[in-house]
């Protein structure tokens, strides 16, 4: 049990807010993105919901982001026959997390074992996030993320779409036969 939660930890690379002073109600903002625990994969926490009081997470990176195969790496594991062609790169992960005193709330996704489970995101500090899952509310774990500069990631285009294929480079074109040259009226 403890490893299946250990996975779901790494590769939901998902993060955690920010711990608000005591007197604080609210959780403090985990947006940004964040390399999980032990390096796996990057997970960018934005706004969402009504109002973008909530906060949602999507892979962004991948350590390995290829099967052995040299394939894009898909969500092969869900129960869901028709998303396991879903790719890993772009997956969300947390979608509609709700504030609950000083962290986040909700559910996440598993990818490696397509569950999803109760998590709480509260960040420790500006640079460190942490997050805390449980499976059936008796065995929870919990890990800590670190935030990374949002650039060079893989995913820098998740809307869905298909990649824009580059054009084949053209061949270079024949040269035209040179018309043969008019021989020169002869002189008597």
């Not at 892979?59 to 790496?73: A, C, I, N, Y």
């Not at 397509?114 to 942490?130: D, H, I, M, P, T």
Request: net charge positive; charged share 25%.
């Amino acid at each position: 049990m403890r490893t299946a939660l250990t996975a779901l930890l790494v590769l939901s690379g998902t993060a955690v807010t920010e711990i608000a002073p005591a007197s604080a109600a609210s959780p403090q903002d985990p947006s940004g993105t964040w390399l999980t625990g032990d390096g796996r994969a990057k997970v960018r926490i934005d706004r969402c919901g009504p109002a973008g009081a909530n906060i949602c997470g999507k892979v962004v990176w991948l350590k390995s982001p290829t099967t052995e195969d040299g394939l894009p790496r898909t969500d092969i594991k869900n129960p869901d026959p028709k998303k396991r062609n879903r790719p890993a790169l772009g997956l969300t992960l947390l979608d509609n997390l709700k504030p609950e005193d000083t962290k986040f709330s909700g559910e996440i996704y598993n990818a490696d074992e397509g569950k999803v489970y109760q998590v709480s995101l509260e960040r420790e500090s500006a640079q460190e996030l942490s997050v805390s899952g449980c499976l059936l509310k008796v065995l929870c774990g919990s890990q800590t993320w670190t935030r990374v500069p949002d650039v060079n990631q893989q995913a820098a285009n998740v809307t869905g779409e298909a990649p824009v294929a580059a054009p084949a480079p053209r061949a270079p074109a024949k040269a035209a036969p040179k018309p043969a040259a008019k021989a020169a009226p002869a002189e008597h």
